[in-house]
Protein backbone atom coordinates (compact mmCIF):
# COMPACT_ATOMS: atom_id res chain seq x y z
CA UNK A 1 0.00 0.00 0.00
CA UNK A 2 1.87 3.42 -0.95
CA UNK A 3 0.19 6.23 -0.69
CA UNK A 4 0.71 10.09 -0.31
CA UNK A 5 -2.14 11.94 1.66
CA UNK A 6 -2.32 15.84 1.88
CA UNK A 7 -3.76 17.76 4.56
CA UNK A 8 -4.04 20.72 6.21
CA UNK A 9 -5.45 23.19 3.50
CA UNK A 10 -8.29 25.17 4.06
CA UNK A 11 -9.67 28.75 4.15
CA UNK A 12 -7.06 31.42 5.44
CA UNK A 13 -7.25 35.33 5.41
CA UNK A 14 -4.64 37.00 3.46
CA UNK A 15 -1.25 37.47 5.73
CA UNK A 16 -2.09 34.17 7.75
CA UNK A 17 -0.42 30.91 8.24
CA UNK A 18 -1.14 27.16 7.37
CA UNK A 19 1.09 24.12 8.15
CA UNK A 20 0.36 21.18 4.97
CA UNK A 21 0.96 17.93 5.85
CA UNK A 22 2.15 14.95 3.39
CA UNK A 23 1.79 11.57 4.95
CA UNK A 24 3.28 9.55 3.51
CA UNK A 25 2.34 5.01 3.68
CA UNK A 26 4.27 1.62 2.53
CA UNK A 27 7.51 3.13 1.68
CA UNK A 28 9.78 5.36 3.81
CA UNK A 29 10.83 9.20 3.00
CA UNK A 30 14.03 9.13 4.21
CA UNK A 31 14.54 7.07 1.10
CA UNK A 32 13.12 9.09 -1.15
CA UNK A 33 12.60 12.91 -2.32
CA UNK A 34 9.43 14.97 -1.78
CA UNK A 35 8.66 17.94 -3.73
CA UNK A 36 5.43 20.51 -2.74
CA UNK A 37 3.51 21.64 -5.71
CA UNK A 38 0.85 23.71 -6.69
CA UNK A 39 -2.12 24.24 -9.49
CA UNK A 40 -4.19 27.30 -9.49
CA UNK A 41 -6.96 27.74 -12.17
CA UNK A 42 -6.34 27.51 -15.44
CA UNK A 43 -2.45 28.17 -14.78
CA UNK A 44 0.03 25.27 -15.04
CA UNK A 45 1.45 23.48 -12.23
CA UNK A 46 4.80 25.01 -10.20
CA UNK A 47 6.95 23.68 -8.67
CA UNK A 48 7.81 24.92 -5.07
CA UNK A 49 10.33 23.56 -2.74
CA UNK A 50 11.71 19.87 -2.39
CA UNK A 51 13.76 18.18 0.01
CA UNK A 52 16.04 15.43 -1.04
CA UNK A 53 16.40 11.57 0.43
CA UNK A 54 19.55 13.07 2.91
CA UNK A 55 17.36 16.20 3.83
CA UNK A 56 18.50 18.66 1.20
CA UNK A 57 16.18 21.45 0.62
CA UNK A 58 15.72 23.32 -2.72
CA UNK A 59 13.62 25.94 -3.40
CA UNK A 60 11.71 26.90 -7.41
CA UNK A 61 9.66 29.43 -6.70
CA UNK A 62 10.62 32.48 -6.22
CA UNK A 63 7.20 33.78 -5.07
CA UNK A 64 7.12 31.98 -2.06
CA UNK A 65 10.83 32.03 -1.30
CA UNK A 66 11.13 33.16 2.78
CA UNK A 67 7.34 32.51 3.17
CA UNK A 68 7.53 29.08 2.34
CA UNK A 69 9.76 26.25 4.45
CA UNK A 70 9.92 22.89 3.88
CA UNK A 71 10.98 19.99 6.39
CA UNK A 72 10.44 16.31 7.29
CA UNK A 73 9.58 14.81 10.70
CA UNK A 74 11.16 10.93 10.04
CA UNK A 75 9.37 9.66 13.21
CA UNK A 76 5.94 10.43 11.18
CA UNK A 77 6.85 9.76 7.73
CA UNK A 78 5.68 13.35 7.15
CA UNK A 79 6.73 15.91 5.15
CA UNK A 80 4.96 19.30 5.90
CA UNK A 81 5.16 22.75 4.16
CA UNK A 82 5.15 25.87 6.42
CA UNK A 83 3.27 28.89 4.46
CA UNK A 84 3.58 32.29 6.15
CA UNK A 85 2.50 35.67 5.01
CA UNK A 86 0.01 34.33 3.02
CA UNK A 87 -1.15 36.40 -0.58
CA UNK A 88 -4.23 35.32 -2.56
CA UNK A 89 -1.95 34.72 -5.00
CA UNK A 90 -1.20 31.45 -3.39
CA UNK A 91 -4.53 29.99 -3.94
CA UNK A 92 -4.45 26.48 -5.17
CA UNK A 93 -4.18 23.20 -5.05
CA UNK A 94 -1.29 21.99 -2.95
CA UNK A 95 0.17 18.59 -3.75
CA UNK A 96 3.22 16.65 -2.91
CA UNK A 97 4.64 14.21 -4.86
CA UNK A 98 7.87 11.76 -4.31
CA UNK A 99 10.47 11.00 -7.00
CA UNK A 100 14.31 8.93 -6.59
CA UNK A 101 16.97 10.52 -4.22
CA UNK A 102 17.48 13.78 -5.46
CA UNK A 103 14.96 16.93 -6.09
CA UNK A 104 13.87 18.28 -9.47
CA UNK A 105 11.94 21.02 -11.00
CA UNK A 106 10.54 18.74 -13.72
CA UNK A 107 6.90 17.25 -11.99
CA UNK A 108 7.20 14.49 -14.95
CA UNK A 109 10.02 13.37 -12.85
CA UNK A 110 8.02 12.52 -9.77
CA UNK A 111 6.42 9.19 -10.14
CA UNK A 112 3.49 9.54 -7.63
CA UNK A 113 1.90 11.59 -6.14
CA UNK A 114 -1.02 12.34 -3.46
CA UNK A 115 -4.80 13.93 -4.23
CA UNK A 116 -4.30 17.41 -3.20
CA UNK A 117 -5.63 20.08 -0.57
CA UNK A 118 -7.40 23.01 -1.11
CA UNK A 119 -5.85 26.06 0.13
CA UNK A 120 -8.16 29.08 -0.56
CA UNK A 121 -6.50 32.82 1.08
CA UNK A 122 -9.43 35.08 0.76
CA UNK A 123 -10.81 38.20 3.08
Known amino acids: QLQLVESGGGLVQPGGSLRLSCAAS????????VGWFRQAPGKEREALLC????????NFADSVKGRFTISRNNAKNTVYLQMNSLKTEDTAVYYC????????????????WGQGTQVTVSS
Open 97 to 112: ARRRNFCRRDGTSYDY
Open 26 to 33: GFTLVDVA
Open 51 to 58: ISSSGLTA
